[in-house]
């Protein structure tokens, strides 16, 4: 779930944005009160040490955060749990989706402070030469030393310089990249897939991250990349494109070549469902 470089503009609006609502203020879209600072959150939730197993810096790190349940039912109230996903948009555009049932099942924090170095900032070791990222103002990552299944996903649902939350309901949140009417179940697992790994970066018919190009609108991506070509793309788009900014998808889950092929099934469905941005 990995993100480069923010355009130019990109990070004039958010220079722009937070100046105007303070560097440390998280926006929680659609709750009674929108922006909290940090010290607001922890007169509501006792911020925690926590040590995770950070899938960027690939090993133990230690930080300073509050658990994560409690900040949301703090701020949107028990209302959050009824919904679908947790939208989340970070400095550069990037936009992770994760589901509801994840922070339920599985323990998340929203860090705000590295114990174990001064500076609040990783050292992410997937390009070469490996590149220190500022992490402030919020980094989510979940606890994952004695949860195997979230280890196993590596850096999915891990955004940092996050600016903004919001619950939604995915539906009605994003109704333009839904499968056509009949689609089968395969287009159904693929656009799950790129729900979680593409989605962020990238948009169909506009809806999605604004980090990565539009894949459906006018052309979509498989009207002009053969599958097997595209397939290789986004396994490893290094392997196409020597210093290519997009990561490898998933590198670390099991059957990742058929979830891919999954991903390019939804992909070539929604070619028959453009809607303009």
Known sequence: MKRRRASALAIAVVLVAGAARGADELDFRGAP???WSRAELAKLVPAQQVRVWDPYE???IELEAFPMNAVLDATFGARWRER?????TCKDGFQPSVPVQRFLKHRAWLAFRRIDQRDFELLEHDVTPPVRVELAP???VW???DDPQVRAEGDLGWPYQLVAVEPVDFQAHFPKLAPPAGAGEPVRQGFLAF???CLPCHTVNGEGGRVGPELNYPMNVTEYWHAPALRRWILDPRSVRSR???PSIAPGLADREGMVDTVITYLEAMATKKVAP
């Open 33 to 35: 009160k929108t922006g």
């Open 84 to 88: 679908d996903e947790i939208l989340m």
């Open 138 to 140: 919020y980094y989510l």
């Open 244 to 246: 290519a900014a997009m």
């Open 58 to 60: 690939l090993r133990e």
């Open 195 to 197: 729900r979680s790994y």
């Open 143 to 145: 606890a994952n030393l």
